[in-house]
Structure formats: structure tokens, C-alpha cells
């Protein structure tokens, strides 16, 4: 798949006749440029159609998400959590973390999303920055390279907002000792085999007036 900047304005548009993108460098790590919305079509009066469509086609990926743009900074910082090994990116929206992994030296970056268009967008922001992240649309069609070692990295940044993902960290342990989660929406995750490592502030880029609440982000190691 090749994903050019005129794909993604089409599916952005799908959204909002009016939206529009830019290459946008993140505050927290001024290295990395995604195509992210820009401009004011967020920032407006939306008329009872436009909400519907907001609602059905909300482009996820077009915003980087509090806990992605901090996660993208955490792996960047700490190289050592991925050099030298696969990391997946499960719900990567715009592909921010697994983008940051691949620039910290990881061997494999997997963005994984079950939203094409984030794959798409993820696609076009690897090759923004001048990296490699393989896509994969379903966390359960990932297979390890028989007998190579050392265990993935599995990152899941702003991906338990929906509780109905909750499953997945069990799915996750079970084919890595190594997880890392970054949520700014549940205040209540708790599980016997991680710790909180961090809380941190962060923001969502671009800002748009349903995240003000959203800003700080717990980091959750597996252990
Ligand atoms: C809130 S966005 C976060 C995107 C990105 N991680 C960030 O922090 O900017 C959540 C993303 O997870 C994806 N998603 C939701 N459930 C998923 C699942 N079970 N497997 C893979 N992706 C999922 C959505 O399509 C969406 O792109």
C-alpha cells in the first residue's frame, strides 16, 4: 500500500467536506511530523448532518492522541525499551508510536489498526519521517518469526478508552512479557501484572475542544 497525501485529504473529507491536513511537527517530539488536521473545519459550528458524519467517520488518526504523543516521546527517551526488537503499535491511528519505535532503532515497527485508514495514515507517516512500519490490521494475525528472540515490545496508546478492548492486555501477555500502556481516559486500570510507571501531562494534537478534559496520561508496565 502507498498512501500519498492526497489519499488522506480524501478520507479526511469523507468526514468533513472542509477538513484539511498538514505535516505537523509534535510538541513533545519536535523529530517527528504526522499528517494531522489542521485549519478551523474543528473548530466551528457543525450543523446536525456534519455532527452525523463526525460521529460515523471520526478520523482518529488524523489526531495524535495525548497518550500517543507522549508514548512516541517515552520510546524516543528510552531507546533501549526497543532497540533491537519488534514493536507492535496496536491501535496505532496515525502510527505516532510506531513511528517513534522505528526511529529508536527498533528491528521491526508494527503499526497495527483494525481502521484502514489508519493504516493508510500510518503508512504515509513512516514514510514522512523517512521510516519503515510494517501494518497489520488485526493484533491476532501477528505471528512471531519462529524462535527469535527476544519477546516483542506491545504498546497500546489511548486504546482502552473502549472497555471493550480491555480483553486484549491478557491477549497481549500472552505473547509478550513486555507491554507498555499509555491511557489518558481510564483512571481505574488495574491489573495484577502491571505497574504505573508514570503519569504525565501531555496534550492531543491537534487541541479540539471534546479532548480539554484528556491531558494526562498514565504509563502502565508490564512486569
Ligand atoms: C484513540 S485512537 C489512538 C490512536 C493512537 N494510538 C494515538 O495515541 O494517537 C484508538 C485507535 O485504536 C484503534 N482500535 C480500536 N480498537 C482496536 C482493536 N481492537 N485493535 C486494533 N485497533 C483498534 C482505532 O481504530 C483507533 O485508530
Redesign the pocket.
Known amino acids: 500500500m502507498i498512501s500519498t497525501p492526497d489519499n488522506l485529504l480524501t478520507m479526511a473529507r469523507r468526514m468533513l467536506p472542509d477538513a484539511n491536513l498538514a505535516a505537523t511537527n509534535l510538541p513533545l517530539c519536535p523529530e517527528i511530523q504526522l499528517w494531522l488536521f489542521n485549519g478551523d473545519a474543528l473548530n466551528r459550528p457543525l450543523s446536525p448532518d456534519e455532527q452525523l458524519s463526525v460521529q460515523e467517520y471520526p478520523c482518529?488518526?488524523a489526531?495524535?492522541?495525548?497518550?500517543?504523543?507522549l508514548?512516541a516521546r517515552y520510546i524516543l527517551d528510552h531507546p533501549k525499551l526497543v532497540k533491537d526488537r519488534t514493536v507492535i503499535?496496536?491501535?496505532?491511528?496515525?502510527g505516532?508510536?510506531a513511528v517513534a519505535a522505528a526511529m529508536a532503532g527498533a528491528r521491526q515497527a508494527i503499526g497495527?489498526?483494525?481502521?484502514p485508514d489508519?493504516l493508510a495514515a500510518t503508512d504515509a507517516n513512516a514514510r514522512l519521517n523517512g521510516v519503515r512500519v510494517d501494518l497489520l490490521d488485526?493484533?491476532f494475525n501477528w505471528r512471531p518469526e519462529p524462535g527469535f528472540i527476544p519477546e516483542p515490545l506491545i504498546v497500546?496508546?489511548?486504546?482502552l478508552?473502549?472497555r471493550g478492548?480491555l480483553p486484549?492486555v491478557d491477549e497481549f501477555l500472552k505473547r509478550s512479557r513486555h507491554v507498555l500502556i499509555?491511557d489518558s481516559r481510564i483512571r481505574d486500570f488495574s491489573h495484577p501484572s502491571f505497574e504505573t510507571t508514570d503519569t504525565c501531562e501531555s496534550s492531543n494534537q491537534p487541541e479540539s475542544s471534546g479532548f480539554d478534559e484528556f491531558h494526562t496520561v498514565n504509563v502502565y508496565q508490564s512486569f
Request: hydrophobic content about 45%.
Open positions: 482518529y488518526w489526531f495524535c492522541w495525548a497518550s500517543g504523543h508514548l503499535d496496536v491501535g496505532c491511528g496515525s505516532a508510536v497495527c489498526d483494525l481502521d489508519a488485526d493484533f497500546a496508546a489511548d486504546l478508552y473502549d478492548n486484549l499509555g
